[in-house]
């Protein structure tokens, strides 16, 4: 029990959890410190960096679809103490991942006059400008796909460390960058947008350096294999599928609230970086529980992976409670940290108290999806998670009859939909690893 504890107990889920955590707060700090420098330049400038931010956002989904899948196969490879398995993955998903990142470019070039289009924020120079930035900050999409499947594959294979210290170095380098190119040199938030492409590029190149250094998982040996590449989209096929419909959502959703003005859209962008408070320590939790109950899985220690849910858990009530009480408690003075109007700092207060309540189930949610990436049963919180998300686009038209045109409505469907989230995917896990647990026993006693 002491070897299970120690090897899957709260104390290991700390230990890889903190890097991933630490490498989300500095890309949240970098999301606040790039929301302020250009906050100062207006709301609309906000509207047109955020409204882009979707289209982003949706590739960063879509990278799921090879980077999910092979940071799963690897831990479990790496439970099984086959690490020329493990180099097979990596060498498929790289490629993969390529090809992806590549087509999702070309798409942006042709159509970002219609995606920003969509939105409908009503503001010509806002949607023009939000069509620019979008072409410039797409052409980084190569490097972060490759940065962000190389984070699944350290993280899978035990190691958290390497990806903060490389993560840190790009977010401090576009820290650097974004007061040079905005205010200084005066690119705007075109200037925004080049300073994020250095920054990845140079992750990149290091990223590359620590792999090809990293002999056990260097696939200079490792051939392609359509079978390996299989398997990683078969498990990465609903993660993408889920993070994709979370965004197409977010996009509907963004149509509904720009029907309050781009004011409305400003206050949901900086809203949503507070809210990353919580959701990025979860992700870390997330990402560190899915490599824990990986391995655990690749070597058959059942125990050991309902420990590392056990453990998960408890942290994301501490989270989850902390969270809560800030944004219930606090909402203004967070708010106004990012945007001095009255009217935004009124909107974006009503944002995060209602936000604040689901907090806690939000935590849950990201948790236990943890616990099922792990297992190999991504399907569950895929098809959990589109199913309620979906829904707050019905819930908000609704909830905005119900109370009489207020905004306040569609933070409260969004708000809804997550606690419903959590609650559900979390008895699930329960429910369903009991039952396995069960089956697992009565096969061994029946070979007895």
């Not at 080049?194 to 990845?200: G, H, M, N, V």
């Not at 792999?211 to 993408?240: C, W």
């Not at 720009?258 to 409305?264: E, H, L, R, V, Y």
């Amino acid at each position: 029990m002491t070897n299970i504890h120690s090897e899957y107990g709260l104390r290991k889920l700390l230990q890889l959890a903190l890097p991933v955590i630490a490498s989300s707060f500095l890309s949240m700090a970098y999301s606040f410190i790039n929301v302020l420098f250009v906050g100062k330049l207006g709301s609309g400038a906000v509207a047109a960096v955020g409204t882009a931010g979707f289209y982003m956002n949706l590739s960063w989904s879509i990278s799921a679809l090879i980077t999910v899948g092979t940071g799963i196969k690897v831990s479990h490879a790496v439970g099984k103490r086959d690490l020329t398995l493990a180099k097979g993955y990596i060498r498929s998903g790289m490629l993969a991942i390529g090809v992806i990142a590549l087509a999702y470019l070309a798409f942006l070039m042709i159509f970002n006059k219609e995606l920003i289009g969509f939105v409908k924020l009503n503001d010509v120079a806002i949607e023009t400008a939000s069509a620019n930035y979008l072409v410039w900050a797409g052409l980084c999409i190569p490097f972060t796909f490759i940065n962000l499947f190389f984070t699944s594959v350290f993280i899978g294979y035990g190691d958290s460390r390497s990806p903060f210290r490389i993560n840190a170095t790009a977010f401090a380098l576009n820290i650097l960058l974004d007061p040079i190119l905005i205010f200084l040199i005066g690119l705007g938030i075109k200037g925004a947008a080049i300073a994020t492409i250095l920054s990845q590029v140079t992750a990149t190149v290091l990223f590359f350096y620590k792999v090809k250094a990293t002999k056990t998982i260097y696939p200079e040996r490792g051939a392609f294999s359509k079978k390996l590449l299989k398997d990683i989209v078969g498990l990465g096929v609903s993660p993408a599928v889920q993070r994709v419909s979370f965004t197409i959502v977010a996009i509907f959703m963004a149509r509904i609230i720009s029907n309050w003005g781009p004011a409305a859209i400003a206050v949901q962008k900086v809203g949503v970086q507070i809210e990353a408070i919580s959701y990025m320590t979860a992700g870390g939790f997330l990402s560190a529980l899915s490599a824990m109950s990986g391995k655990a899985y690749g070597a058959k220690n059942y125990q050991g992976q309902w420990v590392a849910f056990k453990s998960g858990i408890t942290v994301a009530f501490v989270i989850g409670v902390v969270t809560s009480s800030l944004f219930i408690l606090f909402p203004e003075a967070l708010f106004s940290i990012f945007i001095n109007e009255e009217e935004s700092i009124a909107m974006g207060s009503a944002y995060l108290r209602v936000l604040g309540f689901s907090q806690l189930f939000m935590c849950l949610e990201m948790v236990t999806t943890g616990a099922f990436f792990g297992w190999g049963k991504t399907n569950i919180p895929a098809i959990t998670s589109i199913s309620l998300t979906v829904l707050r686009i019905p819930m908000a038209l609704l909830f905005i009859q119900f109370w009489s045109n207020s905004l306040v409505s569609v933070w409260w469907s969004i708000s809804i939909s997550s606690m419903a989230k959590g609650i559900i995917l979390t008895v699930l896990y329960i429910i369903l690893f009991k039952l396995f647990l069960r089956d697992r026993n009565t096969m061994k006693q029946a070979l007895r």
